[in-house]
């Protein structure tokens, strides 16, 4: 399958939350942070940060959750889209959700990342190359890749196995 | 409401636990833009005549810039502007920490803040209310556990937090107050803060900032991304290396501050510059909205000082704490800048308040009984380390003198001390000798809050030589006091109405573009032309300018300390170099003359009338 995957790497993320106010503005055409579907949390003294948002599982528990069938998954990007038309603002999602994607936006509806229909205002904005919109085949492929450089950098040939260095 | 305003001040009274709310006013904020411009106005109407800084009297005023909260790069700068307890003139200190755009989103262009609380408060903000706290649990403690302490009491881990250390509440006149990890360093806001008894002010806002012309904006965003970040070689230092790059520039040029500025140049460099900063770097970080990112996140993990981690050392830091004290080492330096930041001290009047301390104690001309048994030599970095603590608490008698910062200091110790103080007007000087570029002497002489490099920056012209006036380059003979006032005006102008506006002094140095953005903003038709922009600079240096004559400013403040006229550096490129006094009278002379100030730095009433303040200042025109 070649849909695309939105991938966040921490160590890239600068906390600067150009994500979230491109979110925002995308969404309601004004700046602010109250209707972003993506959260970024700062822990400022340790220079950590964290984007949190939807990762469109699968299977989903907000699908499951809802009652009237109003969460279904869009075949062409793969993302979990909200119908509206047939939302009654139930909040069930909210609750399903274990990652608290799912919120409630200012005027009063849940919302949540639909992917910006594959083309995401979040990865646009981002200069830092935190956020990326990667084809699903590649995930993790630099991680990957950087835990292989360590791992060769550390040892010779012999001593590599598949899940790591050889003890000793 | 024009964009890029929320259109509300905040009048907060701590002794009456009361406030009020007020519109903004619109004449201030198209006159004088945003930030420090607006505040001063303010300060002009509230603050009377003659305040004790650190009375309950005094103001402290946190205010925001049109350009925060949208989303301009690099724009989430915003002052707090008080009268400074350590010069006794204006004071406005800048961070780009996340409280300014969050106050915008909470509904409020900028708090005014008077009175004392009796016992420890701590202001919470939220969406246009404001509820006064307790901060009795909180005082005393550091400012990242302030921080954290706050958040979780409040259940939110989104509120931005202002706080002080236990520097601000033991009043140390160069105390800070930190914005989420970045810090409002100079002139002693910390100190203020902590006169009122308010330990903190919790931010969270869910409102909305809009701009006027969303299409301009998102046309003018869209250029100064390109062309003043991403493709612009004179950016590249802050996204590559950070603020502390510079010391490879000054360094050369000989003019990094080494041993309380007896030299230009420091052989240690190497060990605390920016290729050792990236050694132990372990994260990027950024101020909200910037794509520039600045910050290094360093964490030390061999030596004496392993397991320090902290967000630093930017140039200033590295430069006063570093070089200004003989520490060449990367680990201490880390170490003191961890401890100036989480007990509250600005790095920067710190490193000369400790710099000078140790020249008195190497010349003998304190005991080692006044030092506590502390060998005071440079590069002691042990005896610094315990003496930076002891001044946040204040805990002996020369720490609690030190606290007072080098001018009250050295009137205390007397004895001659107050040859090797390095000051104006009592803030103690930033990384830039100006015996290695005159212009800078003048710079930091008439700077509106003393001794500091954000009003200007003429070394870079100086040092490369060339300078564009208008379209024109005109050559600039780096040893000559010829040209030097022009360029320190127009600078002065540019930084002025930028930080009003809001954008950060490491990114887009083009009027035209930054007037554009004002433009795109607000929708103040004068700002689409540069003269309209350049002249608001220039109404925003004056109106300061009258602030500070209306506290008895005079030309007789504006002067250098006598190190830098009379002290030739010792070694490097710049050796037995000084800045002669009667090139400085010269430059002085000629600044008054291009600003239309008297020969007492005066601003005249046709001065004021031509960059068109408005009434309301010129009765404040006493002279």
């Given amino acids: 399958m070649s849909y695309y995957v939105l991938e966040f790497d921490s160590g890239k993320c600068t906390g600067c939350e150009r994500c979230v106010l491109a979110c925002n503005y995308i969404k309601t055409g004004y700046y602010g942070t109250r209707d972003s579907r993506l959260r970024v949390f700062a822990w400022r003294d340790t220079g950590d940060f964290i984007v949190t948002g939807c990762y469109h599982c699968d299977p989903a528990p907000c699908m499951e959750a809802c009652g009237v069938d109003a969460i279904y998954r869009d075949p062409k990007t793969n993302s979990v889209l909200i119908d509206y038309r047939k939302c009654i603002n139930c909040k069930a999602c909210v609750y399903a959700c274990p990652y608290g994607a799912i919120t409630l936006g200012s005027d009063g509806k849940v919302i949540k990342c639909d992917l910006c229909a594959g083309d995401p205002a979040c990865v646009k904005a981002c200069d830092y190359g935190a956020l990326r919109f990667i084809r699903a085949d590649k995930v993790g492929i630099d991680f990957a890749y950087q835990y292989a450089i360590s791992l060769k950098s550390r040892t010779d040939i012999s001593k590599r196995t598949w899940s790591g260095v050889r003890p000793g | 409401m024009p964009g890029g305003y929320v259109g509300r001040i905040a009048f907060i009274d701590l002794s009456k636990q009361k406030y009020h709310i007020e519109p903004l006013n619109m004449t201030y904020a198209r006159l004088y833009i945003g930030g420090k411009g607006i505040a001063a106005r303010y300060l002009l109407d509230y603050l009377p005549r003659g305040v004790d800084p650190l009375s309950p009297d005094n103001l402290l005023v946190v205010m925001t810039?049109?350009?925060?909260?949208?989303?301009?790069?690099?724009?989430?700068?915003?002052?707090?502007?008080t009268k400074s307890p350590l010069t006794g003139y204006w004071l406005d200190t800048h961070s780009g920490g996340a409280v300014g755009v969050e106050l915008k989103y909470a509904g409020f262009d900028g708090v005014i803040i008077s009175g004392k609380a009796d016992k420890p408060l701590y202001l919470y903000i939220e969406d246009g209310k404001i509820e006064f706290r307790?901060?009795?649990?909180?005082?005393?403690?550091?400012?990242?556990?302030?921080?954290?302490?706050?958040?979780?009491?409040?259940?939110?881990?989104?509120?931005?937090?202002?706080?002080?250390?236990?520097?601000?509440?033991?009043?140390?006149?160069?105390?800070?107050?930190?914005?989420?990890?970045?810090?409002?360093?100079?002139?002693?806001?910390?100190?203020?803060?902590?006169?009122?008894?308010?330990?903190?002010?919790?931010?969270?806002?869910?409102?909305?900032?809009?701009?006027?012309?969303?299409?301009?904006?998102?046309?003018?965003?869209?250029?100064?991304?390109?062309?003043?970040?991403?493709?612009?070689?004179?950016?590249?230092?802050?996204?590559?290396?950070?603020?502390?790059?510079?010391?490879?520039?000054?360094?050369?040029?000989?003019?990094?501050?080494?041993?309380?500025?007896?030299?230009?140049?420091?052989?240690?460099?190497?060990?605390?510059?920016?290729?050792?900063?990236?050694?132990?770097?372990?994260?990027?970080?950024?101020?909200?909205?910037?794509?520039?990112?600045?910050?290094?996140?360093?964490?030390?993990?061999?030596?004496?000082?392993?397991?320090?981690?902290?967000?630093?050392?930017?140039?200033?830091?590295?430069?006063?704490?570093?070089?200004?004290?003989?520490?060449?080492?990367?680990?201490?330096?880390?170490k003191l800048n961890y401890l100036a930041d989480e007990l509250g001290l600005d790095t920067i009047s710190l490193g000369g308040v400790l710099g000078w301390a140790t020249e008195l104690y190497e010349r003998g001309i304190i005991s080692i009984e006044e030092?506590?048994?502390?060998?005071?030599?440079?590069?002691?970095?042990?005896?610094?380390?315990?003496?930076?603590?002891?001044?946040?608490?204040?805990?002996?008698?020369?720490?609690?003198?030190?606290?007072?910062?080098?001018?009250?200091?050295?009137?205390?110790?007397?004895?001659?001390?107050?040859?090797?103080?390095?000051?104006?007007?009592?803030?103690?000087?930033?990384?830039?000798?100006?015996?290695?570029?005159?212009?800078?002497?003048?710079?930091?002489?008439?700077?509106?809050?003393?001794?500091?490099?954000?009003?200007?920056?003429?070394?870079?012209?100086?040092?490369?030589?060339?300078?564009?006036?208008?379209?024109?380059?005109?050559?600039?003979?780096?040893?000559?006091?010829?040209?030097?006032?022009?360029?320190?005006?127009?600078?002065?102008?540019?930084?002025?109405?930028?930080?009003?506006?809001?954008?950060?002094?490491?990114?887009?140095?083009?009027?035209?573009?930054?007037?554009?953005?004002?433009?795109?903003?607000?929708?103040?038709?004068?700002?689409?032309?540069?003269?309209?922009?350049?002249?608001?600079?220039?109404?925003?240096?004056?109106?300061?300018?009258?602030?500070?004559?209306?506290?008895?400013?005079?030309?007789?403040?504006?002067?250098?300390?006598?190190?830098?006229?009379?002290?030739?550096?010792?070694?490097?490129?710049?050796?037995?170099?000084?800045?002669?006094?009667?090139?400085?009278?010269k430059m002085k002379r000629e600044y008054y003359e291009i600003r239309g100030w008297d020969t007492e730095g005066r601003p005249t009433i046709d001065t004021l009338k031509r960059v068109g303040v408005d009434e309301g200042v010129l009765k404040h025109v006493t002279w």
């Avoid at chain 2, 109106?543 to 300390?561: C, K, Q, S, W």
């Fill in chain 2, 65 to 81: 810039c049109p350009a925060n909260g949208t989303a301009a790069p690099a724009s989430p700068k915003y002052p707090i502007v």
């Fill in chain 2, 134 to 334: 307790r901060a009795n649990h909180l005082w005393g403690l550091r400012i990242s556990d302030t921080r954290r302490a706050i958040k979780e009491e409040l259940g939110d881990p989104q509120v931005k937090v202002l706080s002080i250390g236990p520097a601000g509440e033991k009043l140390v006149k160069y105390a800070i107050i930190d914005s989420e990890g970045r810090q409002h360093g100079r002139g002693g806001a910390g100190a203020v803060m902590g006169s009122k008894n308010l330990k903190a002010i919790a931010v969270r806002g869910s409102g909305r900032v809009e701009v006027a012309l969303p299409r301009e904006f998102e046309n003018i965003v869209e250029e100064m991304e390109e062309k003043d970040i991403f493709k612009n070689p004179e950016a590249e230092f802050g996204i590559k290396w950070g603020s502390i790059s510079l010391g490879w520039f000054t360094n050369e040029a000989g003019a990094l501050p080494t041993r309380n500025f007896q030299t230009g140049s420091f052989e240690l460099w190497s060990g605390i510059d920016a290729l050792a900063v990236a050694r132990v770097r372990v994260k990027r970080a950024a101020c909200r909205q910037c794509p520039i990112g600045c910050h290094n996140v360093i964490l030390i993990t061999s030596g004496k000082y392993a397991g320090t981690l902290t967000e630093g050392p930017e140039y200033e830091t590295a430069s006063l704490l570093g070089s200004n004290l003989g520490i060449g080492d990367i680990g201490a330096l880390a």
């Fill in chain 2, 371 to 585: 030092t506590g048994g502390l060998d005071l030599r440079f590069g002691n970095d042990e005896a610094y380390v315990v003496l930076t603590e002891a001044i946040a608490y204040r805990k002996t008698p020369l720490a609690d003198i030190l606290a007072e910062g080098t001018r009250r200091a050295c009137e205390r110790i007397g004895r001659d001390s107050c040859r090797y103080a390095v000051h104006v007007k009592g803030l103690e000087l930033p990384a830039y000798d100006p015996r290695a570029a005159p212009a800078m002497g003048l710079s930091y002489a008439v700077a509106d809050r003393g001794g500091d490099h954000l009003r200007s920056w003429p070394i870079g012209p100086e040092v490369l030589g060339r300078y564009w006036l208008g379209a024109k380059p005109i050559a600039i003979e780096r040893w000559s006091p010829d040209n030097k006032a022009i360029i320190v005006v127009q600078q002065e102008h540019q930084y002025a109405a930028k930080f009003a506006a809001g954008v950060c002094d490491f990114c887009c140095w083009d009027n035209e573009r930054l007037g554009l953005l004002i433009y795109a903003v607000t929708g103040f038709e004068e700002y689409k032309d540069v003269k309209g922009f350049e002249l608001a600079g220039e109404r925003i240096v004056n109106l300061i300018r009258v602030f500070n004559v209306r506290e008895g400013m005079t030309a007789r403040d504006d002067i250098l300390p006598p190190r830098i006229h009379e002290d030739p550096h010792v070694s490097g490129p710049t050796k037995n170099r000084v800045l002669p006094r009667e090139w400085f009278e």
